[in-house]
T-cell receptor, first 111, second 115 residues
């Protein structure tokens, strides 16, 4: 069973602060995806990283895929209350492209 | 709005009962995935169908079954329900097909409460 461990599990910060969420595994993934989920809704894809060492930026969000394609990080600069939500990483494996999700990081940004 | 629809939005039933959850994928998507999200287990992959055929199985219990119909909508059947089956059930769809990085689009989910 491939497991993805996310840390921290909960994060509460003030508006304007920076933060990093980590996603680690002992398994290699063909790609890794980051999702954000808001209460009562399904996860929404933020980014997909495919190549080891790849860095992608989405406005104030920076995503990095580890060189060995086993881990990833999400860095948010100058967090805003609108960034509040559950952040999930998911590793893609197998010919069926099934996703193994991490346990999630619940982020709360206080105004 | 992801374009994936799920019905019903909420479902309350009793232990031992059977329910059916329905999912309509985005127009043009051939793959449908089912996930279960609970507080203690997180979001777990259950099963995937591609163009009517089962493609992959995850942590799906024998009491659960699914199918994808010719019009590509899918149903997840949950039987002999137990209290622990209470969870959010999500359907996702993607274009699917040959190996590639296919984005999965998630529906709004069905919240199942077993009493």
């Amino acid at each position: 069973t491939q497991l993805l461990e996310q840390s921290p599990q909960f994060l509460s910060i003030q508006e304007g602060e920076n933060l990093t969420v980590y996603c680690n595994s002992s398994s290699v993934f063909s790609s890794l995806q980051w999702y954000r989920q808001e209460p009562g809704e399904g996860p929404v894809l933020l980014v997909t990283v495919v190549t080891g060492g790849e860095v992608k930026k989405l406005k104030r969000l920076t995503f990095q895929f580890g060189d060995a394609r086993k881990d990833s990080s999400l860095h948010i600069t100058a967090a805003q209350p609108g960034d509040t939500g559950l952040y999930l990483c998911a590793g893609e494996t197998g010919s069926a492209r099934q996703l193994t999700f991490g346990s999630g990081t619940q982020l709360t940004v206080l105004p | 709005d992801s374009g994936v629809t799920q019905t019903p939005k909420h479902l309350i039933t009793a232990t031992g009962q059977r329910v059916t959850l329905r999912c309509s994928p985005r127009s043009g998507d051939l793959s449908v995935y089912w996930y279960q999200q609970s507080l203690d287990q997180g979001l777990q992959f259950l099963i995937q169908y591609y163009n009517g055929e089962e493609r992959a199985k995850g942590n799906i219990l024998e009491r659960f079954s699914a199918q994808q119909f010719p019009d590509l909508h899918s149903e997840l059947n949950l039987s002999s329900l137990e209290l622990g089956d209470s969870a959010l059930y999500f359907c996702a769809s993607s274009v699917g097909g040959p190996p590639g990085v296919w984005t999965q689009y998630f529906g709004p989910g069905t919240r199942l409460l077993v009493l």
